[in-house]
Each structure stands twice: as structure tokens, then as C-alpha cells.
């Protein structure tokens, strides 16, 4: 879990529940532009071997508290700050094995607020 924009030259906080496993793979990839077509366009198989086969920036292993009886648990981690732009971050057992999860979010200084006032929303 996490956010879907992240302020740049800041760590990225994620949360990740899991049951009865001792270790996973993180992998962020950087997403180009075609990434956007094929998500809008094909099917989840398809954005997954994109995912696989992407530019890789970061790559780490996370040793997890396994539970004893099978309850299961959240962990929470930060990752480095990254540059501008699209990124995901996929979570696996191993680097052979499917990807378990995977969140996709960017990285951008803009914002926006808004507002009520006399019962009208302003941005």
C-alpha cells in the first residue's frame, strides 16, 4: 500500500501485509510512456511482463518476521527518494517466481488545493 504521488527529495513511506513468509524482493522500475497505452489497453498478464522486463532502479531484499501461527501481519518500510517521473515498486518471493503485488504512483512537486466557501467548492 502507499500513495499515488510522492513529494521528490523525500523517502517513500509503503506498507505491505503478508502472511507466513520470510523474505521478499523489492524492485522499482522506472515506467516510460508506453506504459500508460498498454495499462489502458491491455490485460493484467500483459502489464506484468512489461513490469518484469522494465528499466529496474533499485532492487533490495526485505527479511520479514515470519508468524508462528499463520496470522497475518503488516510491515511497514521506507524507500530511497527517487527523481521525477512514473515509477512501481513490485514485490516477489524470488527472483524466478510471479510478482505478488505491485503499486504504481509518481513522483512530482505539483499540487493543488481546494476549498468550500458559501457552500461552493474552489480550487
Request: glycine residues 6%; negative net charge.
Amino acid at each position: 500500500m502507499g500513495e499515488l504521488v510522492y513529494p521528490s527529495g523525500a523517502p517513500l513511506l509503503l506498507a505491505m501485509d503478508y502472511n507466513n513468509v520470510n523474505s521478499i524482493k523489492i524492485e522499482t522500475v522506472k515506467l516510460d510512456q508506453d506504459f500508460y497505452k498498454l495499462s489502458r489497453n491491455d490485460g493484467q498478464e500483459k502489464v506484468i511482463d512489461y513490469l518484469k522486463k522494465g528499466n529496474k532502479t533499485e532492487r533490495e531484499k526485505q527479511n520479514l518476521t515470519k508468524s508462528e501461527n499463520y496470522v497475518s501481519q503488516r510491515m511497514e518500510m521506507s524507500h530511497t527518494k527517487l527523481p521525477y517521473g512514473e515509477y512501481a515498486v513490485l514485490e516477489g518471493l524470488d527472483v524466478d517466481k510471479p510478482i505478488l503485488q505491485y503499486i504504481i504512483f509518481h513522483i512530482s512537486d505539483l499540487a493543488y488545493t481546494s476549498f468550500i466557501a458559501d457552500g461552493n467548492a474552489i480550487l
